[in-house]
């Protein structure tokens, strides 16, 4: 069984950085792609940052240039540096992990942006 633990959430003042980290445990033997998901009240999940198995990346428009993924091999954990945060950016951030025939999610961590 795969868990994914996220961590790292919290209130931040518009413009602040926030780093989340999901730790990842369990039977991985083959990752497809690695990836932070938001979800703001009222609205629907949505990508933010994606890292398929090779190491590229992708980005939601609104987060380019501000939002990095990464990842440690050796630790299983996969990370989320998100700089110049905006109120809108306010929602529970989501892990997600994609192996062949599965799809594991974390419970989340409250991001609030606000001053």
């Known amino acids: 069984q795969v868990q994914l633990v996220e961590s790292g959430g919290g209130l931040v003042q518009p413009g602040g950085s926030l780093r989340l980290s999901c730790a990842a445990s369990?039977?991985?033997?083959?990752?497809?792609?690695l990836g932070w998901y938001r979800q703001a009240p009222g609205k629907q999940r949505e990508l933010v940052a994606g890292?398929?198995?090779?190491?590229?990346?992708n980005y939601a428009d609104s987060v380019k240039g501000r939002f990095t993924i990464s990842r440690d091999n050796a630790k299983n954990t996969v990370y989320l540096q998100m700089n110049s945060l905006k109120p809108e950016e306010t929602a529970v951030y989501y892990c997600?992990?994609?192996?062949?025939?599965?799809?594991?999610w974390g419970k989340g961590t409250q991001v609030t942006v606000s001053s």
């Open positions: 890292m398929s198995r090779s190491g590229s990346t």
């Open positions: 369990g039977s991985i033997f083959i990752i497809n792609t």
């Open positions: 997600n992990l994609k192996i062949p025939l599965a799809e594991y």
